[in-house]
């Protein structure tokens, strides 16, 4: 059975995904679109050459009877509304993060979840599907390193836009890393802590950069992450797990060694699209046979949720210079 | 529209690929299968949920109504028949190495095919799919080194069989390098020499194990590369170019970098079909979607016919110890 | 004019000093030994076959008349009393870290020798003679990174006895890191802070292992280090600088690469001995050379004294759990 | 006991080695020197500030009572003169390479040497002090790697003078593998073979550049080595043994690796006395203290007749481009 999807939002993110649903994945086809920019959503139509309908609303697409699936790839302060809509309607739902901007709303739709009483929602959190990554949680959970003590990262993009505020760099970028150490220590966060380092000149004024978060987890792993968001360079993730028993390094992103003009070296990515590229095939993939399955086992609202309250932490601890806990609920059975 | 394949011989690589038109793969399905072993086809339908017919020859499944295109992996020594058979069907014909096992057979299926007056065959050289080999093709024919001048390989196996003879390194083994390097330099070889070392402890009688293979091509590119078929330690391809301006190696697999027990370590594989997973998809993917567009553009007959030639050579110089010419007919404008 | 040198402390330390001083380095001769054990002090001068006299006393081998220069490699709590005696009779003096147990024994030494009127004493931080370290220095110091924003290291043992307990951490490992941070970035620390981590399966009772240690500089740099003594898998410094304009990591000391048994690997030291045997040579024949010169230029009492502040402030920081400043009086002019 | 040492020719070599007897090492002092340039003499002792003595000719300075050993930098054509001088003498003589420009020429100082009755000539083959070519000797020999079966080279300088023609890629660059291989594996050379690549277009007329060089050993150890003198980007040495049992890769030279404007690199050095600048530190001081105990360990008049024999098959194989035998004579046991 072809999954038959609908598509919330034809940007940049919006439009990869119906590409690479229609040209590159298997069991999935785009039945209906929308967008806030009708004109927009009809011109991603003609580039892929999609047989689809275009809806005036997300709510209409929603409630559209040919959609099994509806991927929301719109504006993140619209997230909460469609995947509400979409619990409502009895559709699965990919949302790209964040499930909500606040964490108030990600409980809200996990309760919509609740009560829709199986699970229909998926958070775009496709480190999960890195391979790289796989292979570090694979060592992880086959006990080769012992207990995870610390973890070490980096999340370095070349420059961001001027639009770019000093807390976007939790709910924007460090955002991936916060669920990322969830999944791979299988463990919540107790505390977070920022330290603002000198700011790089290449940083505008709205941007303090670049800052060490230092997170907690309730097993007492400690994390630092550096986030550096204008480092000139590249982009650039790093994660290094310190445990009782070894230490595992996250692979580079395969390349070319040369050697050329008095260096031997390493081309290193600019674009954290192509970083990811193969991780995005992998989760949409994995959403699609779930849906296929009936029975989705992807990132959950729980973990749209947790990412969400540790986001907050984190915003506050820029502020206040300060630890602050992280105050997680229980985790209902539900999301077990 | 859905390319319908017939799958003849459905032994490992037959089932692999099965497994992932089936699983991974978009736009085709599997719609006949046969081989030597009733048994066997039967019992690959059941494991991957096919729904399939059964012929019982190769031929009978080429002449069905429903199939479109041909996945030849068989015995290597039926691969001329089908594919001829093919051929002469008008059915697009993906056929694993060797295309022949003889030159002349080779020569016999590039008559057919130009009679034909369309390109109907590819060739599993899956190594032109690899996102390393592309790598380095994409620096060199960016003109990033300047005329290749030389190229360093090594093609390394744990271990072979007691089946496995010292013509078989050629054949069977470095049959991949003789094709990834005629297309990396653009090229055709020119000559051809062996050189054996003593011999590995862990070689069995019948095969004379390490040997190094010297290549030249046309144009003046040296080529060594070492065979080595019971190295124990892993499954391993090099490849370095050196160029006027620089020199490219071949990224390794991506693993995890593990420090334990006094070594910084990265795993090596054991196992060819995970080295060239991803370049087996890439290669298929593109087989179905040229077979979609009607138009073939991976590796050709012709590709088929240059490595049988070279690889003649290659087998003769182990006998000779001498330096063999290759001796290659002009390229037919059909497969420029 | 060979300098003539008195060697206060015949353990490990001292006998390797004395062996290279004697067999490796060149323009100096030892000539004087005293230990609080006279057996050994006479057991190393028959091992090393030296033309020594023994003294019974550091105080009466420091005021021997053929002495030139005093190495002090005995118990720490003993090293400031014979740094005072050798600056009282005017000798040159290597003393091996701490160069006293307290800041104020390290204020002490620095009012004597700015009465004496001129640099008589060199600490042993012998990083700084480290080949990696000084590429990373040069590099910095050619502003090829900009200015530092960030330091991430680790300074990880594979194990360490029962006697040693949670401030020696800081003590006795972190304190090269104390000095080598403050001569790569040319800075003095303004706080410090200290997390623990889920403590190791492999430390003992009296030690909190491992531990990251945040520092912050004057100048804005942020600091983190991780403090790992059970490691387990070897001896392993780590350091990788942050800066505006490109990040460079410390060199791996050199090894082999080997493919065996399904991996690559390179091997890692056990031994800080033989991590820093080169730096040791250049250390101390810089300071042969200086004294020859009369005008040592290498580690100096205020780099005692500074890594002995901020190493009280690292304590009281493990001890307190809370953010502790590294209050620095400003720096005599005798030691720009 | 001071070895006295007296230096013939004062060149680049020449003064370097005496800069590093003067400045760095132990045990020796420069007290005699000459050169066909009087005036070049005298300047070097100025700037190395040297208490010596200037002789007018080579065999008066040999024959100088103070001499305990000599150090032949001359020119190569001169080798073999001051080098029999020297043994009649009964003057320990370190000469650099080449030992004499012929087979036959060496022949006669180990003739001379033989009939003086003890070894009095060290080799200048530097690369047998390097602590990579030690690492990987030091596997070899404890059997990590097996039977080596292939070794694959190269040996790359960034450019070359006009004066360097074909030839001198064996005399001048390829010497120091055909040493190299010989101690690594404890074997010799049973034949030769070159083979040109099409030509670089940075090589000037004379020289046809790069080559690959093949060698057999006795126990059939094959070994390949690209020769590459104008490779534009560095001097770099590459050297890989295949084993029985696993591979060991040379270290590169220690270097920072950065992060910086889209590649993570590593500088590549561009002079080879770099490369070996403390495997010539200890070359010499070796040589000076087996003076000392009066037996030379290192290179031998044998290692340089060796050396010339094969690279006189290797020159002889560049013109003929067929297999060369290498024949050497039994090793007399005086050189056991």
């Known amino acids: 059975?072809?999954?038959?999807?609908?598509?919330?939002?034809?940007?940049?993110?919006?439009?990869?995904?119906?590409?690479?649903?229609?040209?590159?994945?298997?069991?999935?086809?785009?039945?209906a679109v929308s967008d806030v920019n009708l004109d927009q959503a009809h011109a991603m139509i003609d580039r892929l050459g999609l047989d689809a309908t275009v809806y005036e609303t997300g709510q209409a697409l929603i409630e559209a009877d040919n959609v099994d699936a509806v991927l929301v790839t719109s504006w993140g302060q619209t997230h909460e509304e469609y995947v509400l809509a979409a619990i409502k309607a009895g559709r699965y739902v990919f949302?790209?993060?964040?499930?909500?901007?606040?964490?108030?709303?990600?409980?809200?739709?996990?309760?919509?979840?609740?009560?829709?009483?199986?699970?229909?929602?998926?958070?775009?959190?496709?480190?999960?599907?890195?391979?790289?990554?796989?292979l570090l949680k694979d060592t992880m959970d086959a006990g080769n390193l012992g207990q995870a003590l610390m973890i070490h990262a980096a999340h370095r993009n070349p420059t961001v836009p001027e639009r770019y505020v000093t807390p976007m760099a939790i709910h924007d970028t460090l955002i991936h890393e916060l669920d990322t150490f969830r999944w791979l220590?299988?463990?919540?966060?107790?505390?977070?802590?920022?330290?603002?380092?000198?700011?790089?000149?290449?940083?505008?004024?709205?941007?303090?950069?670049?800052?060490?978060?230092?997170?907690?987890?309730?097993?007492?792993?400690?994390?630092?992450?550096?986030?550096?968001?204008?480092?000139?360079?590249?982009?650039?993730?790093?994660?290094?797990?310190?445990?009782?028993?070894?230490?595992?390094?996250?692979?580079?992103?395969?390349?070319?060694?040369?050697?050329?003009?008095?260096?031997?070296?390493?081309?290193?990515?600019q674009d954290w699209k192509k970083r990811f590229d193969d991780a995005?095939?992998?989760?949409?993939?994995?959403?699609?046979?779930?849906?296929?399955?009936?029975?989705l086992k992807g990132p959950s609202s729980w973990d749209g949720f947790a990412a969400a309250v540790a986001g907050d932490a984190c915003v506050k601890a820029q502020e206040s210079g300060q630890v602050e806990p992280v105050s997680m609920p229980d985790r209902p059975d539900f999301y077990r």
Chains 1, 2, 3, 4 share one sequence.
Do not use: W
């Not at 038959?4 to 940049?12: A, E, F, K």
């Not at 995005?280 to 029975?295: M, P």
């Open 95 to 134: 949302c790209e993060k964040p499930l909500a901007t606040t964490a108030e709303g990600c409980q809200r739709i996990m309760d919509a979840e609740m009560a829709a009483g199986r699970r229909l929602v998926q958070v775009g959190f496709m480190r999960r599907y890195d391979h790289g990554y796989n």
């Open 280 to 295: 995005f095939n992998t989760e949409l993939q994995g959403f699609i046979h779930d849906a296929q399955a009936g029975a």
């Open 1 to 31: 059975m072809t999954i038959r999807i609908g598509v919330i939002g034809t940007g940049m993110i919006g439009e990869e995904h119906s590409r690479r649903i229609t040209k590159t994945l298997t069991d999935a086809e785009i039945v």
């Open 185 to 269: 220590l299988d463990d919540e966060y107790a505390s977070a802590q920022v330290a603002f380092s000198q700011k790089t000149r290449h940083a505008h004024s709205e941007v303090r950069d670049p800052q060490l978060v230092l997170l907690e987890t309730t097993r007492g792993t400690r994390i630092d992450v550096e986030v550096f968001v204008n480092c000139q360079y590249g982009y650039d993730i790093q994660c290094t797990v310190v445990g009782e028993e070894g230490i595992a390094h996250l692979p580079e992103p395969q390349s070319l060694t040369l050697r050329q003009a008095g260096k031997r070296s390493n081309e290193i990515l």
